[in-house]
């Protein structure tokens, strides 16, 4: 089944947008993070992440998320208790899901 290329050319250039929304995310994450642990390195951020493909970086942004919550006391909001355990067993899986997907330029 062939695609027109019109919708081709389409689908790429929201590809495209999408990995751009993405990359700012990872940015603006790295900026939280800096901002919540002073002055110590980020291991945040859209340069360690250029070559990776867009569903790479929706589980990154994803995962980084939820690495803020993680970041919180468990006194601090009631549930974050629960959510740990969940968190837990999600990040895992987003790591393994990870180690499937083309993060680096010598993925592709």
Do not use: H
Not at 50 to 67: D, F
Not at 73 to 92: C, S, T
């Amino acid at each position: 089944m062939s695609v027109p290329d019109e919708v081709r050319r389409d689908a790429e250039r929201t590809g495209e947008l999408v990995r751009k929304k993405l990359m700012e995310i990872m940015d603006l994450q790295a900026d939280i993070d800096t901002l919540l642990r002073g002055d110590q390195p980020t291991p945040f951020g859209s340069s360690n992440w250029q070559y990776a493909s867009l569903e790479a970086l929706q589980r990154i942004v994803a995962m980084t998320a939820i690495q803020f919550i993680l970041f919180e006391p468990v006194g601090w909001v009631r549930g974050n208790d629960e959510f740990q355990v969940a968190a837990d067993k999600l990040i895992e899986i987003i790591i393994a899901q990870l180690k499937t997907l083309k993060t680096k330029k010598s993925d592709w």
